[in-house]
Nanobody
């Protein structure tokens, strides 16, 4: 049974940092696409960053480039999102997702088969 469990969300002031984690289980972690998405109230789900676990290829949304870093620990089957220089517009529920049969890694949510329950990030001014 595939499971994705996010943690690390919370409240922070603008300019601060948070690190999200996504613990995974139930599938072979290597050679899949792992991604972070977010959804703010009243807005569509947005792809934030993705990484191919079989290499180092990453893709970031323009809105987070230079501020967020996606990484992984394959020994722990865990995905991370380091978020620095946070802005109020980063406030959202953040979700971890897995594409277990990727052609390529993208930020399109339709490509992702499995999702975590989400962790809330709130950035105040």
């Amino acid at each position: 049974q595939v499971q994705l469990v996010e943690s690390g969300g919370g409240s922070v002031q603008a300019g601060g940092s948070l690190r999200l984690s996504c613990a995974t289980s139930g599938y072979t972690y290597r050679r899949v696409c792992m991604a972070w998405f977010r959804q703010a109230p009243g807005k569509e789900r947005e792809g934030v960053a993705t990484v191919y676990t079989g290499g180092t290829s990453t893709v970031y949304a323009d809105s987070v480039k230079g501020r967020f870093t996606i990484s992984q620990d394959s020994a722990k089957n865990t995905l991370y999102l380091q978020m620095d220089s946070l802005k109020t517009e980063d406030t959202a529920m953040y979700y971890c997702a897995a594409d277990l049969a990727p052609v390529y890694c993208s930020l399109a949510s339709i490509n992702y088969n499995y999702w975590g329950q989400g962790t809330q990030v709130t950035v105040s001014s």
